[in-house]
């Protein structure tokens, strides 16, 4: 039995990191191209939710629920995570200077782009913002900003557009969720890695 542990300990150990996190990235893809199969009307207004496992009504959602809901079939509570961050790092988010709050509120922290970029640059990798599409990884999570200033996410997939080159991205850009050509057409404000 010992020798079984000490050599699953040195597979771990000379394992390339990105091997290691592949299933991980593999599971946030199936569960985000998953999402696409639901018919979700674009809905971002206000509801108060149970915490933790908190979640809008099922047939509503914004971008950044395709997140959530996606991190939470893998057993990765996001409103559980952003929420007890804030609570110990308010002055780091951007809740105050944004929407004028003074406290975390685990109704509506997690569901919101600012909030979800704070929180994967702490809790993440934030990788280098570039337009080439080699440096986005599937499971890699993008942002945008939209016209109108208004903030944007999306799961990079490993399905690629019609070049072959440039991978597609699983978001909720009001149509519900979808898998589209869309990493380049917005600019980019952010590119994440979270594989906890």
């Known amino acids: 039995m010992k020798n079984h542990i000490g050599f699953a300990i040195i597979i771990l150990l000379i394992l390339p990191t990105e091997m290691l996190g592949a299933t991980s990235a593999a599971a946030l893809i199936k569960a985000a191209l998953e999402r696409t199969k639901y018919n979700i009307t674009y809905d971002g207004s206000y509801h108060s939710i149970k915490y933790p496992g908190g979640d809008v009504p099922s047939n509503i959602g914004v971008c950044t629920d395709v997140v959530i809901r996606s991190y939470r079939k893998l057993g990765i509570d996001l409103q559980k995570l952003v ?74 997939t490993d399905q690629y557009n019609s070049t072959g080159k440039i991978p597609m991205i699983v978001h909720n850009i009001g149509r519900g969720p979808e898998l589209e050509d869309i990493l380049f057409v917005y600019p980019i404000s952010g590119h994440y890695r979270y594989l906890p």
């Open 83 to 156: 929420h007890k961050d804030m609570k110990r790092n308010f002055s780091k988010y951007p809740s105050k200077r944004i929407w004028g709050l003074t406290r975390p509120d685990t109704n509506i922290d997690h569901r919101r782009v600012p909030n979800l970029q704070v929180f994967f640059s702490r809790h993440g990798h934030k990788l280098k913002v570039t337009n080439k599409p080699e440096d986005f990884v599937p499971g890699d999570l993008v942002t945008w900003m939209l016209p109108g200033n208004l903030p944007h996410i999306g799961i990079v």
